[in-house]
């Protein structure tokens, strides 16, 4: 299925309905996803970013529909990762002589890649490619999210193709921002901004304001994943722009996990403490929940407590990769606490502690920590802990 978003410039991707886990397997899409790929047919036949290569022939099928793949003169290559870069191969394979655009550090990424001597153009921001009665515009976005990102900007029909920016791993049946439904777009669409996009806050605020310095108009935001931006086009950039403040919910995320039950007391403890002074929270098990969606909670509130039992000396595993986002992430704003179980030696709480304190997120409240099964004294201590979390959520 192709789409006309404007007379001569179609959508020709991918709808992947079946992808559950993308990056191999570190990122949950419990919806899906696209692969955008647009193709511009001016006096030069342009097509900006493909589609991961086991989508390739449904791709060239889709360029089939509207032109002979062998007549593509340009490609431009937003980003290497291969979500996007995929298929290049096989374009190539059909429209050998075809120029490949890509950013200076595309240069390097993308022949990291394949390998291959393409006929590449590297270009830098505010450089243009005239494609006939249109042009092409180059905005360099480093970090939004890898050094090579780019967006390309189409002049005279003023749609933006910012690549990840903006985008959601959403499989739907339309293609268009106002033709889904809105709530599962934006938790979507927070979901990829809180686990892909967060560590580089500084750079999305900046990147905005130099995107909209430069006074182009934008009448469509095509992102490489998920619904395209038409209706409103600039409400995800005001919305980019919020999330980048990262200025939480008065609210709390309690995560734990637990062998015997007792650390989960304490975690039940902790939100009953928060809940007698009006905090909202959540809890998750991290032994059996969705990481990624526990980050995506993660983002939106200020608070994060943390229990584990101790075990071997250290945390138990199953809280090791929340630790490691709660690191790479970067999340600012933040203030946590620890608690936990132990039985012999008790290192839990205060590794917990050093780690949020590495991280950047303040110990508000001293750690709890109850010997084998917490006593009724210990969850006393623990709705105590939850409001004094409570007291710094509501005067930070
Ligand atoms: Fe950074 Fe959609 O790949």
């Known amino acids: 299925m192709v789409t006309e978003l404007k007379k001569d410039v179609y959508w020709v991707g991918v709808v992947d309905w079946a992808l559950r886990q993308f990056h191999g397997h570190e990122l949950s899409t419990h919806r899906g996803s696209?692969?955008?790929?647009?193709?511009?047919?001016?006096?030069?036949?342009?097509?900006?970013?493909?589609?991961?290569?086991?989508?390739?022939?449904?791709?060239?099928?889709?360029?089939?529909?509207?032109?002979?793949?062998?007549?593509?003169?340009?490609?431009?290559?937003?980003?290497?990762?291969?979500?996007?870069?995929?298929?290049?191969?096989?374009?190539?394979?059909?429209?050998?002589?075809?120029?490949?655009?890509?950013?200076?550090?595309?240069?390097?990424?993308?022949?990291?890649?394949?390998?291959?001597?393409?006929?590449?153009?590297?270009?830098?921001?505010?450089?243009?490619?005239?494609?006939?009665?249109?042009?092409?515009?180059?905005?360099?976005?480093?970090?939004?999210?890898?050094?090579?990102?780019?967006?390309?900007?189409?002049?005279?029909?003023?749609?933006?193709?910012?690549?990840?920016?903006?985008?959601?791993?959403?499989?739907?049946?339309?293609?268009?921002?106002?033709?889904?439904?809105?709530?599962?777009?934006?938790?979507?669409?927070?979901?990829?901004?809180?686990?892909?996009?967060?560590?580089?806050?500084?750079?999305?605020?900046?990147?905005?304001?130099?995107?909209?310095?430069?006074?182009?108009?934008?009448?469509?935001?095509?992102?490489?994943?998920?619904?395209?931006?038409?209706?409103?086009?600039?409400?995800?950039?005001?919305?980019?722009?919020?999330?980048?403040?990262?200025?939480?919910?008065?609210?709390?995320?309690?995560?734990?996990?637990?062998?015997?039950?007792?650390?989960?007391?304490?975690?039940?403890a902790v939100g009953q403490g928060l809940a007698s002074e009006n905090i909202d929270y959540k809890v998750f098990h991290v032994g059996i929940s969705d990481r990624n969606d526990i980050v995506t909670e993660i983002f939106k509130t200020k608070a994060i407590i943390a229990g584990s039992p101790t075990f071997n000396q250290g945390l138990l595993p199953t809280m090791m990769p929340i630790m490691e986002d709660l690191r790479g992430l970067k999340f600012t704003n933040k203030i946590g606490a620890a608690f936990g179980t132990y039985g012999w030696s008790g290192e839990g709480v205060g590794i917990i502690e050093d780690h949020l304190t590495k991280c950047k997120i303040p110990v508000v409240a001293e750690g709890v920590k109850a010997k084998w099964q917490p006593r009724a004294d210990d969850l006393d201590k623990c709705r105590e802990l939850g409001k004094t979390v409570a007291g710094a959520i509501k005067s930070a």
């Open 34 to 268: 696209t692969y955008n790929s647009y193709l511009i047919m001016d006096e030069k036949v342009v097509l900006v970013d493909t589609v991961w290569a086991p989508f390739q022939n449904q791709l060239i099928d889709n360029i089939r529909g509207i032109v002979d793949p062998g007549k593509i003169d340009i490609i431009v290559a937003n980003h290497a990762e291969t979500d996007h870069s995929g298929s290049l191969p096989l374009i190539m394979k059909h429209a050998p002589n075809a120029t490949v655009i890509v950013s200076q550090k595309g240069l390097e990424s993308i022949e990291g890649h394949y390998h291959e001597p393409w006929n590449f153009k590297a270009v830098k921001t505010g450089d243009s490619v005239n494609i006939g009665k249109n042009n092409l515009v180059f905005v360099e976005a480093p970090m939004l999210h890898w050094p090579d990102s780019m967006f390309t900007y189409l002049t005279g029909k003023d749609i933006l193709m910012p690549n990840d920016a903006f985008g959601q791993h959403y499989a739907t049946a339309f293609r268009f921002n106002d033709q889904v439904n809105q709530e599962e777009l934006y938790e979507e669409a927070i979901k990829y901004y809180a686990n892909i996009l967060n560590p580089f806050n500084l750079l999305v605020s900046r990147k905005i304001k130099e995107v909209l310095s430069l006074n182009l108009a934008v009448d469509m935001i095509a992102p490489s994943h998920g619904v395209i931006w038409h209706n409103d086009p600039l409400q995800i950039v005001t919305k980019y722009q919020e999330w980048a403040e990262q200025k939480p919910d008065q609210s709390a995320v309690i995560i734990y996990d637990t062998m015997w039950e007792g650390t989960r007391k304490m975690a039940e």
